[in-house]
């Protein structure tokens, strides 16, 4: 099966979907003239400042929240470890790039959401994806839409939103304190019912005060590592260059890795943790109390620079500085060995408590991210079987296998990327319009 997989894993995230994921994101960096660049200061103002005066279920900061705690997971931990593993610390340089290009790619498809977004029958606010392919691109596109949608429920289902973040949370809390895998499976599942069957409003609420404070804990431990070993981080950052453009030379228990390997784990894994182009985040933005969509296409672009240009380059330089990637060691274990390295007392427990909480709100934002799919699927009337279905594979997700899973994630991601990414070319005519009418706008305002 695992061999099955991984042949279906090299297929989807092959050159041609490598090149359509960067080429997006290049294409789209051209016509919005470097705005991640220039306008990024003016959005990361606008995660605290924006007015949140128009029609929406949650306010900006809020949907920014629930689109990070989602993307801040088990992406930036296990996936940076898993990155490096298999590419060297040159695969966190082609995890850069795609992250700045991932950047154009994330306010474009959440300036889309907002944009074409429509109210289900429970009054609740609908958007993504398959929204902004149908009623964007036409009624001929549907079959396009229906796709995402269904590889949508796919992801929430077997990829990002449950197994992976599910083992990675008893893989942690088995290593560092010792519980065992039913105790914290049942722990688990009890926790993502209680909040997950509130909706969106119960999520967004759980997610703006988990979020800010994990990213916080998180960020000070990473650094704190950073300056225990601050004699390496010069060779380090020289490592991630070098290593980018040349093979990695066979270190201990490390094979070595080719430049194309560090190029597909780094964008891969990049991908994984940030999610520009999978069209997940563009969902929950588009139930942002907002009156322009560029605004919020802002707001989510924030999303990326803070999960993968900050967060998953502080846990690559940290496998990289204590040494820990050329070991024997790979996943959550990795990164463990790497916060004991620096802090033996307390490593591993500040570790768990990141790891379960990234992971953990993770699983609540894809709840809803499948749950947004099966609606455009279904009807609401699809919404609570969903649910129940979501917290009985939370419940089976302790007992599978690590490396299927990740090979499972990866394959369900990169089928729910090409939908999407068709739908952005398609509409950046859209994008660049919409960017204009908000820019002139501002300019209005000021004068």
């Not at 992406?75 to 940076?80: E, P, R, S, T, W």
């Not at 672009?301 to 998953?312: L, P």
């Not at 307390?346 to 379960?356: N, P």
């Not at 009985?392 to 990740?406: S, T």
């Amino acid at each position: 099966m695992l061999d099955i997989l991984n042949e279906i894993d090299s297929f989807v995230w092959g050159p041609p979907l490598l090149v359509l994921l960067v080429g997006t994101g290049i294409w789209l960096t051209i016509r919005l003239k470097l705005i991640q660049i220039f306008k990024l200061g003016e959005a990361l103002k606008l995660i605290f400042s924006a007015k949140n005066d128009g029609s929406g279920d949650v306010n900006s900061f809020k949907a920014l929240c629930t689109a990070l705690a989602a993307t801040v997971g088990t992406g930036n931990i296990v996936g940076v470890a898993t990155a490096v593993k298999a590419g060297g610390p040159g695969a966190l340089f082609w995890m850069w790039i795609a992250a700045f290009f991932g950047m154009a790619t994330k306010y474009a498809e959440c300036l889309l959401a907002v944009k074409y977004r429509t109210v289900d029958a429970n009054g609740n606010i609908s958007g993504g994806p398959m929204y902004y392919i149908e009623n964007g691109l036409g009624k001929a596109y549907k079959p396009l839409a229906v796709l995402f949608a269904v590889f949508g429920v796919l992801c929430a289902y077997f990829g990002i939103g449950t197994f992976a973040q599910v083992n990675s949370i008893v893989e942690i809390t088995k290593i560092s304190a010792g519980i065992p895998v039913v105790y914290t499976g049942i722990a688990l599942t009890v926790l993502v019912a209680a909040v997950t069957i509130g909706g969106l409003r119960s999520i967004a609420n759980v997610a703006s005060k988990i979020v800010p404070a994990m990213a916080v804990l998180y960020f000070l431990t990473t650094v704190g590592i950073l300056i225990c070993f601050a004699d390496k981080v010069p060779e380090a950052i020289g490592m991630v260059l070098q290593d980018a453009f040349t093979p990695t030379a066979a270190q201990g228990g490390f094979l070595g890795a080719t430049v194309m390997l560090a190029m597909r784990s780094g964008v891969a894994r990049g991908v994984f943790s940030n999610e520009s182009g999978l069209g997940s985040a563009p969902i929950v933005a588009a139930a942002a109390k907002t009156k322009w969509a560029a605004e919020q296409g802002l707001v989510s672009m924030t999303g990326t620079f803070i999960d993968t240009i900050i967060i998953c380059t502080l846990t690559g330089l940290a496998l990289t500085v204590t040494g820990v990637w050329c070991g024997p060691l790979s996943g959550a274990a990795m990164t463990d060995a790497a916060f004991k390295m620096a802090f033996p007392a307390w490593g591993g427990m500040l570790l768990m408590v990141g790891l379960v909480l990234f992971a953990f709100t993770t699983i609540l934002g894809w709840n809803y991210y499948g749950e947004r799919c099966v609606e455009y699927l279904m009807g609401v009337k699809a919404i609570m079987p969903y649910r129940v279905i979501f917290i009985i594979l939370i419940a089976c997700g302790p007992f599978l296998k690590l490396e299927e899973i990740w090979v499972l994630a990866d394959i369900v991601n990169g089928l729910m990327a090409i939908p999407n990414l068709i739908a952005l070319l398609a509409l950046s005519g859209v994008v660049v319009a919409e960017t204009k009418a908000y820019q002139k706008h501002l300019k209005e305002q000021s004068k």
